[in-house]
């Protein structure tokens, strides 16, 4: 089955700088890959997401890169904001999987002051 | 739109017994799956529902199942439960669920005593 590694588990950073998450999967099959934020108490709230025929995506502050031949994706904010201090998910699915999102571990992202 | 809805938000069982949660999906969604997070495992699938039909299933005993009525609600049971079983069930919606956008709920805490 799928396998997603992400990288770092935790990252600091002062506000203003970047900060970018990196996932490797293992399934050429897959071909959708969705970013979720999920701060305390709540459930993942999607960020953003990259299909498997687009190489990059913005929206604001974030990207996502893709990599099809290297199989891993990235995640990048910019300009980051105290408010952006939660814990990131980087995922995948597709092939023939029905309603299944394969996760990575998580990276605890603190921006601080 | 409403967003994706799961009741109880809090629950405390004890050892051996068995509980049932709730997910009202956004209003059109046919699909529903459902995720286990615990600090160790991370967040892992359950299951998934499309049109009353579990179309996926993750690796989970055959003590956790699942059922979804014909208005998309879906609940999942988990019998004779055991102390590993403390997490927060997360329940997600999507129209389909190839590769179509998941929601995430609140999720339900469950504390097993």
């Known amino acids: 089955g799928e396998n997603v590694e992400q990288h770092p588990s935790t990252l600091s950073v002062q506000e203003g700088d970047s900060a970018v998450i990196k996932c490797t999967y293992s399934?050429?099959?897959?071909?959708?890959f969705p970013w979720y934020k999920q701060e305390l108490g709540k459930g993942p709230q999607l960020i953003i997401d990259?299909?498997?025929?687009?190489g990059e995506k913005k929206d604001q502050r974030i990207a996502v890169t893709l990599n099809k031949t290297a199989k891993h994706f990235s995640l990048h904010i910019t300009e980051t904001q105290p408010e952006d201090s939660a814990v990131y998910f980087c995922?995948?699915?597709?092939?023939?999987?029905?309603?299944?999102?394969?996760f990575g571990q998580g990276t605890i992202l603190t921006v601080h002051p | 739109k409403a967003g994706v809805t799961q009741t109880p938000r809090y629950l405390i069982k004890t050892r051996g017994q068995q509980v049932t949660l709730s997910c009202s999906p956004i209003?059109?969604?046919?699909?529903v799956s459902w995720y286990q997070q615990t600090p160790g495992q991370g967040l892992q699938f359950l299951f998934e529902?499309?049109?009353?039909?579990?179309?996926n299933k993750g690796n989970f005993p055959g003590r956790f199942s699942g059922r979804q009525f014909s208005n998309s609600r879906s609940e999942m049971n988990v019998s004779t439960l055991e102390l590993g079983d403390s997490a927060l069930y997360l329940c997600?919606?999507?129209?389909?669920?190839?590769?179509?956008?998941?929601?995430f709920g609140p999720g339900t805490r469950l504390l097993v005593l």
């Open positions: 997600a919606s999507s129209g389909d669920s190839k590769r179509e956008t998941q929601y």
């Open positions: 399934d050429s099959a897959s071909n959708y």
């Open positions: 990259i299909r498997s025929n687009v």
């Open positions: 995922a995948a699915a597709g092939g023939t999987s029905y309603g299944k999102l394969t």
């Open positions: 209003s059109g969604h046919r699909s």
């Open positions: 529902y499309f049109s009353e039909t579990q179309r």
